[in-house]
């Protein structure tokens, strides 16, 4: 299968994951359900994801790749670390307010056994607060913040995230406006600076 193709049937698979979810929560999500209402063989599901944690786990890497894709993209080119930070505030704010990880963070806090919440974070903050902590290195290697890196990089998450997670996921609050992320993540930076400048 190309590339192109099975990127396509990712997402398909994807949309369809999250659809049953939203209908049956993780407890009544099923392969076989998923592969139904995807249009692909049950067979496709279980060699791609192996089982529904696999799939799960999946769902989490590809919705953390839009932020740890562009992280890796501005670090490797090294971009100015001061305008990556104030890029990712906004776009870091997005993916985790997002309806899918709304979806993802309900179906872990729901789990009594813990293993969803487990693989949410290794999946999630797993792979993008590394990226976070290396960004925050460049930070503290040009003299822009004060060090250490990864405590201020945890600082920052703090200010940024905040409850905002948690009360969306329990229907606490709508997910915040995209101006109202845009002006969270500056009100994180600039208390970040004032703290850690």
Same mark, same amino acid.
Do not use: H
């Given at each position: 299968?190309?590339?192109?193709?099975?990127?396509?049937?990712?997402?398909?698979?994807?949309?369809?994951?999250?659809?049953?979810?939203?209908?049956?929560? +993780? %407890?009544? !999500?099923?392969?076989?359900?998923?592969?139904?209402? $995807?249009? #692909?063989?049950? *067979?496709? /599901?279980?060699?791609?994801?192996?089982?529904?944690?696999?799939? +799960? %786990?999946? !769902?989490?890497?590809?919705?953390?790749?839009?932020? $740890?894709? #562009?992280?890796? *993209?501005? /670090?490797?080119?090294?971009?100015?670390?001061?305008?990556?930070?104030?890029?990712?505030?906004?776009?870091?704010?997005?993916?985790?307010?997002?309806?899918?990880?709304?979806?993802l963070n309900r179906a872990a806090a729901a789990d009594a056994s813990n293993t969803l919440g487990q693989v949410l974070a290794k999946s999630g903050r797993g792979e993008v607060f590394p990226r976070i902590s290396t960004l925050f290195q460049q930070l503290v290697e040009t003299g822009t913040l004060t060090g250490p890196a990864e405590t201020a990089a945890a600082l920052?998450?703090?200010?940024?995230?905040?409850?905002?997670?948690?009360?969306?996921?329990?229907?606490?609050?709508?997910?915040?406006?995209?101006?109202?992320?845009?002006?969270?993540?500056?009100?994180?930076?600039?208390?970040?600076?004032?703290?850690?400048?």
């Amino acid at each position: 299968m190309r590339a192109q193709a099975k990127e396509q049937r990712e997402d398909q698979i994807a949309q369809a994951a999250y659809a049953l979810m939203a209908e049956k929560g +993780f %407890q009544g !999500l099923s392969m076989l359900a998923v592969s139904k209402r $995807a249009k #692909a063989s049950n *067979e496709t /599901l279980y060699r791609w994801y192996g089982d529904k944690l696999g799939l +799960f %786990q999946a !769902l989490i890497s590809r919705n953390a790749a839009q932020v $740890a894709d #562009a992280l890796d *993209e501005a /670090l490797e080119q090294r971009d100015d670390p001061r305008q990556t930070l104030q890029n990712l505030g906004p776009t870091l704010l997005g993916m985790l307010l997002s309806p899918r990880a709304i979806a993802l963070n309900r179906a872990a806090a729901a789990d009594a056994s813990n293993t969803l919440g487990q693989v949410l974070a290794k999946s999630g903050r797993g792979e993008v607060f590394p990226r976070i902590s290396t960004l925050f290195q460049q930070l503290v290697e040009t003299g822009t913040l004060t060090g250490p890196a990864e405590t201020a990089a945890a600082l920052w998450v703090d200010l940024l995230v905040g409850d905002w997670q948690i009360r969306c996921a329990t229907g606490a609050i709508d997910p915040p406006t995209p101006a109202q992320q845009q002006a969270r993540a500056q009100s994180a930076e600039a208390l970040l600076f004032q703290l850690r400048g």
